[in-house]
């Protein structure tokens, strides 16, 4: 069992310092307090003078600054002291402002214009000549002094001559400033300003004295001031505003009397308080143990055996900490191990929900759906999968970190922009690129309430993160269990993200209703330009180009146009095999690798098709280099020039072309199927088929003449040779004209009208 070590320190603490300090302030608090005291008093005493003259101040200060700006921007008094006196009116209305400046101004008793033009005198209530003033003596000696003008008084003063009592004011003379020479008068009344001294100073503590320049009293409290004056003692200050002088003294004493006879009362009461902290200090300390004895006796009776011996017995708080050094270091295994497994217990259950893998036996996943608000709340679910758009870019200009903040910059936007629109959601990633989200669709808008969150999400990553994505919206559910139908959908949605392109919100339910391209149509352009590739025609490039315009054209998933784009590549290769090793080593070792990497990783219709174009370019810019270089290309082109020229003549062969460029037939033949990958009959067959095609798309003319145009004695011939070889052409012409199978069955051609060529000559047959 721990000995009280902690208790006896507690006590040893507490007890001398309190005991130290107690007598130390009882000491020193009597020694210092009579002279703090009396600075204390004669300083507050000198701020109560200052505060007292600077409010004094302040106050005559504002009625005089009142009255300059009255007289300088009221336009009435103005025109009283520039007029001649016979205009009452001005008059009345000097009047009438002077009653303002009196109402502005509580402090102001009275106030009169005096214009010495005319000896007129303007009070607030009256209008009198300076003989019928009561204060005409005043005014004359004002208007005969030399001395600049400044609160005056005490005086007395009365507004008429008769029945006027008799006031004590201090008065202000000012001149008007006007080129008419007369006087302002302001009066304040002496009661006045003791009233606004009695609202800042208690008479019955302090007596206040106030003088003006030449020493004649304004306001004494009592007798007992002038006593005070004769003795020296108070504060004194005087205004350099008005030259007044205010002097401010304490009645009596008696404050300090009282602390001064009470000391040994207070020294007794000091004592009896150091007594009581002794105890007070004793029975807290008591009280405070317990619960460290309660603390150490659940320790002994749990950890003791898995803490250090060294720490038992010795200093309680270190026994304490050690034992909750040992809790916390259990606490965060328990913690580690708890996050770790809902870290991943959390994307398994949801790869569960959007597989289908489960029972309600096993409710897991059902449990985490109403923790996310997506089960009680709600009774119908739609799926989201959110890809990254240019995943290999990405992969490529982010370190994984950089990546794994992206991840979770973008899971955040979703769950934010959901919770924004009060919908719940729970979002996990499935792949690398995509994150699944499951959201509730609300009841009122089942149909638009995801998309729209969607769109919201997919604008907010394109205006702050580097990186656009696409998202794919499965279609509504009613049930847990149909979950997975819903990421199904949604999946399929951004398959033709291919064909569309990125940055964008795809609806499964949309999509649905949209037409889908047709894989075989483009088949017979296929063939076409890889066999134009092959034979180094610039026609490949405009084959290409409608084969891709086409492809924008119309709705393909990724699968379809991914297969279209490797059967291209099949075509290629296979045209590319006929052709001499050189030819044969551009495709292989660099061109048919570059296609294949670009199929993997572009992800866009736009992207691929415009990467295949400058592959192959590039691969056509080198096989015209080799052909340059070579010969035999130059021979060949010669005999398919001649060819072009003589492909009408009947008679033209192999041994007639062989004479007439000295070579052999064998050795011409051979040349043929080298550089063109195809035999010398082929390569005539097809000139000639193409430019019968010619003839039939424009021309009207008979099937025999154009079987004798192309080089075809026998119709007959012509048209089973045109059957063979036009089946497998990118375009088939039209009937042009019914005198094209003249002496055919016409009511056949009409029925074929609208057929291809192939079905009108294979009737004929």
Not at 110 to 130: C, E, F, G, K, N
Not at 707 to 735: C, D, E, M, W
Request: net charge negative; glycine share 4%; aromatic share 10%.
């Amino acid at each position: 069992m721990q000995t009280k070590n902690w208790f006896n320190r507690l006590l040893i603490s507490y007890l001398p310092a309190f005991l130290i300090i107690s007598a130390s302030l009882l000491t020193t608090m009597f020694l210092v307090i009579g002279e703090i005291s009396k600075k204390a008093t004669l300083h507050s005493n000198d701020v109560l003078t200052l505060n007292l003259m600077q409010q004094l101040d302040a106050s005559l200060n504002e009625i005089e600054t009142a009255m300059m700006q009255e007289i300088t921007k009221n336009q009435a008094l103005a025109d009283f002291y520039s007029r001649t006196a016979d205009d009452d009116y001005i008059g009345y209305r000097a009047a009438v402002a002077l009653k303002s400046v009196l109402f502005d101004n509580p402090l102001v008793d009275s106030a009169y214009l005096y214009r010495s033009a005319d000896d007129t005198v303007v009070t607030p209530y009256r209008i009198a000549s300076l003989q019928q003033f009561g204060d005409g003596d005043f005014i004359r000696k004002s208007m005969g002094s030399l001395d600049r003008f400044e609160w005056e008084g005490p005086r007395s003063y009365r507004d008429c001559l008769e029945f006027c009592a008799e006031q004590e004011v201090v008065t202000l003379v000012r001149a008007p400033n006007f080129i008419a020479p007369g006087l302002i008068v302001v009066n304040v009344r002496t009661s006045a300003l003791r009233s606004l001294i009695e609202q800042s100073v208690a008479l019955d503590v302090n007596q206040v004295r106030l003088t003006n320049a030449d020493g004649q009293p304004l306001l004494a409290s009592s007798a007992a001031a002038a006593e005070s004056t004769a003795s020296g003692s108070g504060s004194k200050l005087t205004s350099d505003y008005t030259g007044w002088t205010l002097r401010t003294f304490l009645i009596s004493d008696k404050l300090f009397s009282f602390v001064s006879n009470l000391f040994y009362v207070w020294v007794s009461i000091a004592v009896a308080i150091v007594f009581l902290g002794v105890v007070w200090v004793i029975v807290a300390s008591r009280r405070h143990y317990k619960p460290v004895k309660t603390i150490l006796k659940e320790i002994d009776q749990t950890l003791s055996s898995k803490l250090d011996a060294a720490t038992i017995g010795k200093d309680e708080f270190r026994y304490i900490s050690s034992a909750l050094q040992k809790l916390s270091v259990t606490s965060h295994q328990l913690q580690d191990e708890n996050n770790q497994h809902v870290l991943h217990r959390r994307p398994y259950l949801f790869q569960e929900l959007l597989n289908g893998n489960f029972s309600y036996r096993h409710n897991d996943p059902l449990a985490e759906l109403k923790r996310s608000g997506l089960h009680e709340a709600h009774g119908m679910f739609r799926v989201a999968v959110i890809e990254i758009d240019d995943y290999p870019s990405f992969e490529a200009d982010f370190p994984a970190k950089d990546r794994e903040q992206f991840r979770f910059m973008l899971k955040t936007i979703v769950e934010e922009v959901a919770a924004s629109a009060q919908l719940p959601v729970w979002s996990e990633w499935i792949a690398p690129n995509l994150l699944g989200a499951i959201h509730a669709c609300p009841v009122d808008q089942p149909d638009t309430g995801t998309l729209q969150v969607s769109e919201r999400v997919r604008q907010s990553v394109e205006l702050n993160l580097e990186y656009t994505v696409t998202i794919g919206c499965g279609t509504c559910v009613s049930a847990a269990e149909e979950i997975a139908a819903s990421f199904e959908s949604a999946l399929r949605s951004l398959a033709y993200k291919t064909s569309l392109g990125g940055n964008r919100v795809m609806d499964a339910d949309d999509l649905a209703n949209q037409p889908k391209g047709e894989l075989f149509r483009q088949l017979n352009h296929i063939h076409a330009i890889a066999q134009q590739f092959r034979l180094g025609h610039a026609e490949w490039i405009s084959l290409y180009r409608e084969f891709y315009g086409k492809l924008q054209g119309q709705l393909f998933s990724k699968e379809d146009l991914i297969n279209l784009f490797q059967y291209l590549i099949y075509h290629l290769q296979k045209e590319m095999a006929e052709l001499p090793k050189p030819f044969q080593d551009i495709w292989s070792q660099d061109t048919a690798p570059r296609l294949e990497e670009a199929l993997e990783r572009v992800n866009t219709l736009k992207g691929i098709g415009l990467s295949f174009e400058s592959i192959l370019e590039e691969a056509a810019a080198s096989m015209d280099g080799l052909r340059q270089n070579d010969t035999r290309f130059h021979v060949i082109q010669k005999v398919k020039r001649y060819i072009e020229e003589s492909y009408a003549d009947p008679d033209l062969s192999l041994s007639r072309i062989g004479e007439l460029f000295e070579l052999s037939p064998s050795h011409l033949s051979r040349m043929f199927k080298e550089e063109l990958g195809m035999n010398f009959i082929d390569y005539v067959t097809q000139v000639r088929i193409a430019h019968a095609v010619r003839l039939l798309e424009h021309t009207t003319d008979l099937i025999q003449d154009i079987a004798v145009q192309v080089g075809y004695a026998n119709s007959l011939t012509f048209i089973r040779v045109f059957k063979k070889n036009n089946r497998h052409h990118a375009g088939q012409p039209q009937i042009k004209n019914e005198r094209q199978l003249d002496g055919w069955n016409r009511d056949a051609a009409i029925r074929k009208r609208a057929g291809y060529l192939d079905d009108r000559l294979l009737f004929f047959l």
